[in-house]
């Protein structure tokens, strides 16, 4: 029987630190990849062309696809798009597919590749990862902002589209699961854990945040604007909160707005507190979606 797909998007470099001060770098990599085969997948490493010179040989047991398009001109590297990744892991398979951040370690059993195995279409797995402060360790804390770790029936990816978003840049991780919960479908929860994530010190850029979280909110008041009313009622009580946020004190906010054009610490302040409002919201109905 073929193994499912695992995608990703391996980067030239890795950077992390062991609980002793050790540089673990590629090793860390390796063990990722390492976990993903003993889990069952064949790994899919999605790059730019232009991140790779030749096909990499620093990383054992990976299949590297280049792809022409990449985001470069936007978030300064050749950070590859969400829908180039899905439409490869979805025409690479025969059933269900994974989607993971790179750094991820699984620590998965024959049950756990079993439910994953069984997600049919109109269904798809969202799951957090549990940051731990070793590889060899299986308690740690359960990320409460996104997540890492995806599954799908690639039926309901073939027709997946968006505007742009990026793997590796904020916010792709929310619009993800809300665009497949919007549509209807059921989110299934693994309930043991198995998704892991050695910890370090984030290095995440507030500037590409806020870009790519108006993005996100423009993107979304456009699908929640096309959809027709009397939709399902999660769907109709998302659309309803999310326009709470929109429009919220909209006075107050013009007000402070026209002081923001001279106090620009002001302006990002305001921007920061709408964008934090509507992850908290994404959330919530993410996780309420079952």
């Given at each position: 029987?073929?193994?499912?797909?695992?995608?990703?998007s391996i980067p030239p470099k890795i950077k992390r630190v062991g609980p002793n001060g050790e540089m673990l770098g590629l090793e860390y990599m390796q063990s990722c990849v390492d976990s993903w085969i003993n889990s069952?997948?064949?790994?899919?490493?999605v790059n730019s062309r232009r991140e790779f010179a030749t096909t990499p040989k620093h990383i054992k047991g990976v299949e590297y696809v280049f792809v022409d398009r990449d985001a470069n001109a936007f978030v300064g590297k050749p950070?590859?798009?969400?829908?180039d990744m899905l439409r490869i892991g979805a025409?690479?398979?025969?059933?269900?597919?994974?989607?993971?951040?790179?750094?991820?370690?699984l620590k998965s059993s024959k049950d756990v590749f079993e439910s994953l195995s069984r997600v049919c279409s109109g269904q798809f797995i969202a799951e957090r990862r549990f940051d731990i402060p070793s590889t060899d360790c299986i308690s740690g804390v359960k990320f409460s902002d996104g997540y890492d770790f995806f599954a799908f029936n690639s039926e309901d990816i073939l027709s997946y589209s968006d505007e742009g978003f990026v793997f590796g840049v904020p916010w792709w991780d929310h619009y993800l699961p809300l665009k497949m919960a919007l549509a209807g479908l059921e989110k299934?929860?693994?309930?043991?854990?198995?998704?892991?994530h050695l910890r370090h010190s984030e290095r995440w850029?507030?500037?590409?945040?806020?870009m790519f979280g108006s993005v996100f909110m423009r993107i979304i008041s456009k699908e929640l604007e096309q959809t027709e009313s009397g939709g399902h009622f999660k769907s109709e009580n998302y659309k309803s909160q999310f326009n709470?946020?929109?429009t919220a004190d909209k006075t107050k906010l013009n007000y402070f707005m026209s002081l923001s054009n001279r106090y620009y610490i002001l302006k990002n302040y305001l921007h920061d507190k709408k964008l934090s409002k509507m992850a908290r919201l994404n959330m919530r109905f993410i996780e309420q979606n079952k």
């Open positions: 029987m073929k193994k499912p797909v695992l995608v990703t069952g997948f064949t790994p899919i490493s950070l590859v798009y969400i829908q025409n690479r398979s025969e059933g269900f597919f994974v989607l993971t951040n790179a750094d991820i370690l299934i929860d693994i309930e043991k854990p198995f998704v892991y850029d507030p500037d590409l945040w806020r709470e946020i929109m």
